[in-house]
Each structure stands twice: as C-alpha cells, then as structure tokens.
C-alpha cells in the first residue's frame, strides 16, 4: 500500500511499481503483477518497456488470457526489425487470438481450430470474400461446424462456387431440422442440382414451412424445367397440394425413365 502511490519523477514512479510487481509474484498474484507490469511498459521507454510488455505477455499466458498475451507481445515487438518468417508468426498469433485474419492462410487456421464459433465466423466470412484454391472443398469442410451460422455461410458460399451436380455434401442439409440451414441448402440446390436430387429436394418440401416450400419448390422447377401451380405465395392448403401433385408427377417420371431405360 506505501508503495502505490503515485511519484512526480517517472524514474521514482518505476521503481515503486516494480517493487510492486515483485511483492504480488510472491503472493502468486499474477494478474494483479502483469496490470503492473503494462503499467511500466506504458510508463517507461526503449529497453525496459519491452521488457515490461514482454513479461506482461508471460503473466497473461501463464494464466490462459492468450488474447491479452497477444496484445502485450505485439506491444514488446513494435519498431523491432523482425525477419519476414517471425512477422507471419506474430500475424497469426494476432489472428488466431483476436480472431482477425489477415489472409486466406489466417482464416482457414481459425476455422479449423479456433474454438470461438464466433472466431470461425469471422474465418468463413475472411473466406468468402473472394476465390482462393481449394475453396469448394475447405466450405465443404465448414459444413462440419456445429455452428449453424457457420453452415449456412458455407452453403451460400457453395451455390456460388461448386460446379453444377456436386451437391453429395449438401444434400444432407436439405432435411435440417433448422429450416434457416434448410432452406439454404435447397438455394445450393436449386443452383447446382440435378435429377439425382429431386427426391431429396422433394422430401424436404414442407408445406407448413412457407420459407423451405418456396425454396425447395424453386429448387424442383429449375432441375427439370417443369412448373406446377402458378401462385406465387399459396396458402397452406395449395402448399400442400402442390407437394403431393410433385410427388406424382415425379413418380411418373420416373416410371417413364424407368421403362424408357
């Protein structure tokens, strides 16, 4: 307590906070000891600020706020001419911790190993911004996050970027019990579908889901051409028609195929 206290002379004020900073290690007070120790980075200059800020970046660590850690080391680093291979692992420590990607490289490392969902959002978002290599496959991957947000982005992302009948991995989702993750998938359908999804596509036309009926009926007209009913919004009970007069017009279809075949 006599040493918290604030000095005119910067110098005086430095060493009362080190002292400081030493007395709370020995109680194992370490979050109270790397406050202190930014204190001193901010407070002096050259050297010794680094130091403060590195060993802040330490104590952060130590007790698992790799965020804060982050800020500190970047804090220890600035005006350091480091080698262009240290920059990019400063970088992606910045990006994995603070989830803020600066490349594509960035963004994929938080969307396959960041546990934030709201980090991998920020990936898939980073990702989505324009074509890379392997782009298909890596939001093929993203349909494997267990958060909802994140499959949706990816199969919006799909529909734009898969070519026309890969649709093995989006199939699936056409039946989520998530009509918004649905409906999303019928969209990637109806771009990149062909006959082959149609039962898929037609399963998943539900009558009582006015935004899944919309999508999956648009998804069947494109596939094959073929137009059944002409409201644009049908109620419930048209809704339902219409679901079971595709069932029979698809049937006979492939009846037909079938004997032509």
């Given at each position: 307590d006599i040493l918290d206290y604030t000095f005119a002379d910067p110098k005086e004020q430095a060493y009362a906070l080190s002292a400081i900073v030493t007395l709370l290690l020995q109680e194992d007070r370490k979050l109270e000891a790397a406050a202190r120790c930014e204190q001193l980075g901010n407070l002096t200059t050259g050297r010794a600020s680094k130091e403060w800020w590195q060993?802040?970046?330490?104590?952060?660590?130590?007790l698992g706020d790799l965020t804060r850690a982050t800020i500190c080391i970047e804090r220890a680093l600035e005006g350091v001419d480091l080698r262009e291979e240290e920059q990019r692992v400063v970088q992606r420590l910045h990006a994995f911790e603070l989830g803020q990607p600066e490349t594509v490289?960035?963004?994929l490392i938080l969307l396959r190993h960041h546990t934030n969902p709201d980090v991998r959002l920020e990936g898939v978002r980073y990702l989505a911004r324009d074509r890379f290599s392997k782009d298909v496959g890596t939001f093929e991957f993203a349909l494997q996050d267990p958060d909802l947000r994140v499959v949706r982005l990816a199969l919006d992302q799909l529909a734009l970027r898969s070519p026309v009948g890969r649709t093995g991995a989006i199939r699936p989702f056409?039946?989520?019990?998530?009509?918004?993750?649905?409906?999303?998938?019928?969209?990637?359908?109806?771009?990149?579908?062909?006959?082959?999804d149609m039962p898929i596509?037609?399963?998943?036309?539900d009558p009582e889901d006015r935004s899944q009926f919309t999508a999956a009926r648009s998804a069947a007209e494109k596939i094959t051409g073929h137009t059944l009913g002409v409201g644009l919004d049908p109620d419930f009970d048209e809704r339902l028609n219409l679901r079971l007069a595709w069932w029979a017009w698809w049937k006979e279809e492939s009846d037909a195929a079938k004997l032509g075949g």
């Open positions: 060993r802040a970046s330490s104590l952060h660590e130590q490289a960035d963004a056409a039946l989520n019990e998530d009509s918004e993750v649905a409906t999303a998938a019928l969209r990637a359908l109806a771009a990149l579908g062909t006959m082959d596509i037609l399963e998943a036309m």
